[in-house]
């Protein structure tokens, strides 16, 4: 089975095209606080899609002049899982994480061609996928 990454639409921003020396690796910004039934981004849901991509086109134009820029969904934990029990909570960040972990090797994989990378990431992001 070929990682879930490999499929276009699993990317907010996915820049193959563009030809620049620095590629952008970035994780978009929480776009709800959530609540028990939405803890997380949900890839299906294109309310929570829109919301997302909308967010990270707002930060995207910072790179856009000299970088390729690459943006993945993701199970990303919104607000709402951190006032949740420390297994639960947990789980939902685990989640994150490998999303992020897998569309990070896929792009370095299949993207990279050897650019230099600028890691970047809406600050509530990088918190909730850091552990």
């Not at 490999?6 to 952008?24: C, G, M, N, R, V």
């Not at 919301?51 to 856009?64: H, P, T």
Request: with cysteine.
């Amino acid at each position: 089975m070929p990682p879930r990454h490999s499929t276009p639409f699993l990317w907010a921003f996915q820049e193959i095209d563009e030809e620049h020396e620095y590629d952008t690796f970035f994780l978009g910004p929480a776009c709800t606080t959530g609540k028990l039934e939405a803890p997380m981004l949900d890839l299906n849901n294109e309310v929570h899609l829109s919301k997302f991509s909308g967010a990270v086109k707002m930060n995207k134009g910072i790179y856009d002049t000299n970088t390729r820029f690459f943006a993945p969904y993701y199970h990303e934990a919104f607000m709402y899982v951190y006032t949740l029990d420390e297994k639960t909570k947990n789980q939902y960040l685990d989640a994150a994480y490998r999303d992020v972990k897998e569309a990070f090797e896929y792009y370095l994989k299949y993207y990279n061609n050897g650019n230099k990378i600028i890691a970047a990431s809406h600050l509530f992001s990088l918190f909730c996928t850091i552990k």
